[in-house]
């Protein structure tokens, strides 16, 4: 007997993972598809507190491994000069754990909650009169009255039912997993060019070391990943490490792409990375996939014909109108002037670290930020991040 499924979610992130778990919960036929989750994946890893906030108990306390993190350490690469910045040590700080850890206790949870699972690969969307049919790689058909698009930045769901991400509007994380070092600080060096910053953020047993370019920055993988390699080297941070390299695209939208996303239309939504919902100047994601998970849920568990437009409406109004934001600062942020003014603010004021300690967290969001920075006594560093200026 076939079975026709209420929503299918493809791709088991935890963007994915958590829309088919919440759904599962609320009673709907949820079917999750994805060839290779959990699998490690090339990004920091830091989780926040608002992050964790919203999966509740789905992952108990102290059963994932993970790095609580102490401090961040912001570096002006062109003077060398560094503060480290003490991170919240309550409920809104940040832990670091492995993607394979993380993603798995996600992905575990959605078949615990109800949700069937198919390990194959969606090869095709076809729609119906009554909804889609989904062709798998190697399982056949699938019929679906729903399709949730949570297969990232290259996403199948998004390049059928609207268009795929330009490369202008992604960017390439590469680098190092240094296995065999860590710590509880991570580090970020930040850069002019490509405009951007070094990263190294410790999870248990390895360090996640990276640096992220526009892809059509004109800078290929092989020389960002040398560019890690150097850091590394000038730094001594991973010395005695076995190095495991990666390669990855993000999302990395403009303002005005951010502003007139296509998230959503009859029969399907997109989550997630498959969305686009990336912070444009940490590359931050977890929070938003797990975010526009809790939306596409809500919308979806209602009868509504227009679920779509509401769910699209909702992450426009609370996720992406504050990433326009991010991106509308992006520019300047990263240009050596405000970076310089940045790291000697750091070093003398407690307010500014206060600032970038929440904003590291992601207790602060980008509404916010100038006015903050403004209302501190480093009136100068505000000003140029309102104004775009570097000088």
């Known amino acids: 007997m076939t079975v026709s499924y209420d929503v299918t979610v493809v791709g088991a992130g935890p963007s994915g993972s958590w829309t088919a778990t919440l759904l599962a919960r609320r009673g709907a036929r949820v079917l999750l598809i994805d060839p290779s989750h959990p699998r490690e994946k090339p990004c920091g890893g830091g989780v926040t507190g608002r992050a964790l906030a919203l999966i509740g108990d789905a992952i108990p306390a102290g059963t994932l491994p993970s790095v609580r993190i102490r401090a961040a350490q912001f570096v002006d690469s062109r003077t060398r000069s560094a503060v480290d910045v003490?991170?919240?040590?309550?409920?809104?700080?940040?832990?670091?754990?492995?993607?394979?850890?993380?993603?798995?206790?996600?992905?575990?949870?959605?078949?615990?909650?109800?949700?069937?699972?198919?390990?194959?690969?969606?090869?095709?969307?076809?729609?119906?009169?009554?909804?889609?049919?989904?062709?798998?790689?190697?399982?056949?058909?699938?019929?679906?009255?729903?399709?949730?698009?949570?297969?990232?930045?290259?996403?199948?769901?998004?390049?059928?039912?609207?268009?795929?991400?330009?490369?202008?509007?992604?960017?390439?994380?590469?680098?190092?997993?240094?296995?065999?070092?860590?710590?509880?600080?991570?580090?970020?060096?930040?850069?002019?060019?490509?405009?951007?910053?070094?990263?190294?953020?410790?999870?248990?047993?390895?360090?996640?070391?990276?640096?992220?370019?526009?892809?059509?920055?004109?800078?290929?993988?092989?020389?960002?990943?040398?560019?890690?390699r150097r850091w590394m080297a000038v730094t001594s941070i991973a010395q005695v490490a076995r190095l495991e390299p990666y390669s990855w695209p993000i999302p990395s939208l403009s303002s005005g792409d951010f502003l007139s996303l296509d998230l959503a239309g009859p029969g399907w939504l997109t989550v997630g990375d498959a969305a686009g919902l990336v912070d444009p100047i940490t590359r931050e994601g977890i929070f938003f996939a797990l975010q526009s998970a809790v939306f596409a849920a809500d919308a979806l568990a209602t009868s509504a014909p227009n679920r779509s437009e509401q769910y699209a409406a909702r992450v426009r109004e609370e996720i992406a109108s504050d990433l326009a934001r991010a991106a509308r600062y992006k520019t300047g942020f990263f240009r050596p002037r405000f970076t310089r003014l940045l790291v000697d603010a750091l070093q003398s004021s407690e307010s500014i670290r206060a600032v970038m300690a929440d904003l590291v967290a992601g207790t602060q969001n980008y509404r916010g930020l100038k006015w903050r920075l403004l209302r501190t006594a480093e009136l100068g560093l505000g000003w140029r991040l309102l104004t775009n200026r570097s000088a």
Not at 137 to 164: E, I, Q
Not at 196 to 222: E, K, N, T
């Open 86 to 228: 003490a991170l919240p040590r309550h409920s809104a700080a940040l832990v670091v754990s492995s993607r394979t850890e993380f993603d798995g206790a996600l992905f575990a949870a959605a078949s615990q909650a109800g949700a069937d699972v198919l390990r194959t690969r969606v090869t095709d969307i076809d729609r119906t009169t009554s909804g889609f049919e989904l062709t798998t790689s190697d399982a056949g058909r699938v019929t679906t009255s729903f399709v949730v698009g949570a297969d990232g930045a290259n996403s199948l769901v998004r390049r059928k039912m609207c268009k795929p991400f330009r490369r202008s509007q992604l960017s390439i994380a590469t680098g190092y997993f240094a296995y065999g070092a860590t710590s509880d600080c991570i580090v970020i060096e930040m850069l002019a060019d490509p405009p951007g910053y070094i990263w190294s953020f410790p999870r248990p047993d390895h360090l996640a070391i990276g640096i992220c370019a526009q892809a059509d920055a004109g800078v290929g993988v092989d020389r960002l990943r040398e560019m890690v």
